[in-house]
């Protein structure tokens, strides 16, 4: 399945290697933990280098949550319960992922929701309002928003 070859470095290898990997961008603990498992190191060695990229501040969870929510929000228009699943799925604290969800404006949400609706309803060809706007919350609602801002601003500005 798998064809490419399994690396193994020593920890004294691996090291300098993470530190490069976490310098590059923003990463998560999980993500770290399994590019130090997939380059062949133990649990114990796994957990010392991690430990390590934490204290010389290559690692901060926190600090990846914010940018990963800020970018998801900005880039891709992801709303907060999107964010919140991916952070989760990430096995990023709760903490973390309410410090990150606090960094998101609340008007530019707003904006945001207003702007993805707009842009979709351009794009929705039926005719009955009722299926139309129908189509327009099951799209916010999968980019993320919650279903019940999503319905006020629908009732707000296509009815």
Known sequence: MNDKPQIK????????????YCAYQER???????????????????????????????????RFA????GGKFRIKKWGRVKIRLELKRRKVSE??????LKEIDEKAYIQTLKKVLDDRSKKVKQRKSIR????LGQYAVSKGFEAD???????????
Do not use: H
């Open 95 to 100: 903490y973390c992922i309410k410090q990150a």
């Open 66 to 69: 914010k940018a990963f929510a």
């Open 28 to 62: 998560c603990q999980q993500e770290v933990r399994d590019k130090l498992y997939e380059w062949g190191l133990w649990p114990e060695a796994v957990e010392t280098i991690i430990a390590r990229l934490i204290n010389d501040k290559y690692l901060n969870e926190e």
């Open 9 to 20: 470095l020593t920890p004294d290898q691996a090291l300098p290697k993470a530190e490069s």
């Open 149 to 159: 801002l999503v319905w006020d601003i629908i009732r707000e500005t296509f009815e």
């Open 132 to 135: 139309r706007n129908y189509m």
